[in-house]
């Protein structure tokens, strides 16, 4: 059995740690959720710090259970792909924007019912001041960055299978994530429950868009998942100078020794032939390389295997 990677390990041990503490907190009185959940941006007990501390704290047992597991089962593979360090930003990107999603669904709420307009607001047994009443709309738990978690696992691995309990029959992640994103939608205009649906779509939603600003801004094919490493400026500006001679007919600068130095051992669209037959086989050669650690992970490629992988993502 692999262990869990260090990030996805971390986080489970901190959200374990924050509801224990929560647990002890509350014996004597002390409701963290007062200070750390978050609050409706326009309540008096708003805090923007609380827009981070809020995905560490659950409600239940079950509600702490349900995010833990999910983070365990795609968490560690989502780390390996991307990297420890990108994993934990995503991870908090879709912690907050889920914070942020939901406190934008509140306020339309708030506006749209007219409730600036009222000073008491009647709960079905008493009056409530509206101060207080707009106090008690508090959200918690680490669900928006779990979902965000679900999300990159149907963008990086589409294909793969999940067994589903109920019906238990397998299922394309892709299609896993699509159904789970249509059922929090529609949760979120049919149901009446306390949870925070917007908050659920709104990590999916800034994960998503992380995901593909990455994709966008990278370069250079990084060494596990198909991801891509930022290369340095110097060297895109010179790629990009080699494809404007190319494109505008003026012969191709190479470095001493290189066997496109003169036009007299190959023209240039022998080289350009050349040159894209080797671009090709690199490529198909390094989506083979890829496959197996999406498998198998990085630890089952032979030294050759990894020295040759690193090769052809510097070039």
Excluded at 60 to 69: A, I
Excluded at 109 to 121: C, H, L, N, S, W
Excluded at 183 to 212: K, P, Q
Aim: hydrophobic share 45%; proline share 3%; net charge positive.
């Amino acid at each position: 059995m692999q262990k869990i990677s260090p990030i996805t390990r971390n986080l489970l041990l901190i959200n374990v740690l924050c509801y224990l503490v929560q647990a002890v907190m509350r014996t004597r009185g002390i409701d963290l959720t007062e200070w750390l959940g978050l609050h409706f941006a326009l309540a008096d007990n708003f805090y923007v710090f609380q827009l981070l501390t809020y995905m560490f704290l659950h409600g239940s047992f079950t509600h702490l259970f349900f995010n833990m597991f999910s983070l365990w089962m795609f968490g560690g593979l989502i780390e390996r792909t991307l990297g420890a360090k990108r994993f934990l930003i995503y991870y908090m990107v879709c912690g907050i924007g889920a914070g942020i999603c939901q406190e934008l669904w509140q306020t339309a709420d708030y506006f749209i019912e007219g409730m600036y307009a009222y000073d008491m607001v009647n709960t079905g047994s008493s009056l409530m001041p509206m101060g207080l009443f707009l106090n008690q709309w508090t959200t918690i738990g680490a669900s928006g960055a779990c979902y965000g978690v679900l999300l990159a696992f149907g963008m990086l691995y589409p294909n793969e299978r999940i067994m589903l309990l109920l019906p238990p029959i397998p299922m394309k992640a892709k299609y896993f994530v699509a159904g789970y994103a249509a059922i929090e939608l529609i949760s979120a205009y049919a149901s009446n429950d306390n949870i925070a649906h917007f908050a659920h779509l709104g990590g999916m939603l800034f994960g998503w868009f992380l995901l593909r600003w990455w994709r966008r801004r990278a370069h250079n094919r990084q060494t596990v998942g198909g991801w891509q490493r930022w290369d340095d400026r110097a060297k895109t500006h010179r790629t990009l100078w080699q494809r404007i001679r190319q494109w505008l007919g003026m012969p191709q600068t190479a470095a001493p020794g290189n066997a496109h130095h003169t036009a007299t051992r190959e023209s240039d669209y022998e080289y350009n032939m050349r040159a894209k037959r080797e671009a090709e086989r690199n490529e198909a050669r390094m989506d083979e390389i890829l496959d197996k650690v999406r498998r198998s992970g990085y630890d089952s490629l032979t030294t050759d295997e990894k020295h040759e992988l690193f090769r052809l993502s510097r070039k």
